[in-house]
C-alpha cells in the first residue's frame, strides 16, 4: 500500500485483530476506530493521538520550538550586549 492507496485491512495472523492486526484477539475497543465520535486519522487511531478528530499535527512541536530557539537567542544576545557595556564602562543596567 503506498500513500495515495487506501488500506482495504490485513489478513492477520491467529488471534491477531483490527485493520492493521494492531490487537490481541479479543482486546479490540467497542466500535472500533470511531471511538468517542472522534474521526480516525491515517493510521485509524481515533482523533487523540493526532488526527483530525483535535490533537493538531506534528507542525505545531516544530513552531513551539522555534520560539524557544528565538527566545533564547535574543535573551543570549541582550545578556552580551550588557555584560560587553560594562566592560568599556558604560552604564549598564542596575
Not at 480516525?40 to 493538531?56: A, H, I, M, R
Request: aromatic share 8%.
Amino acid at each position: 500500500v503506498t500513500n495515495s492507496e487506501a488500506h482495504l485491512g490485513c489478513d492477520c495472523p491467529t488471534k491477531y485483530e483490527g485493520d492493521h492486526c494492531q490487537f490481541t484477539e479479543g482486546t479490540a475497543p467497542t466500535a472500533w476506530p470511531y471511538n468517542g465520535g472522534k474521526e480516525p486519522d491515517s493510521y485509524g487511531y481515533p482523533g487523540e493521538f493526532g488526527g483530525s478528530g483535535g490533537g493538531g499535527g506534528g507542525m505545531h512541536g516544530g513552531i513551539i520550538a522555534v520560539i524557544v530557539l528565538v527566545v533564547v537567542g535574543v535573551v543570549c544576545a541582550a545578556g552580551l550586549f550588557v555584560m560587553r557595556r560594562r566592560q568599556k564602562g558604560g552604564k549598564g543596567i542596575d
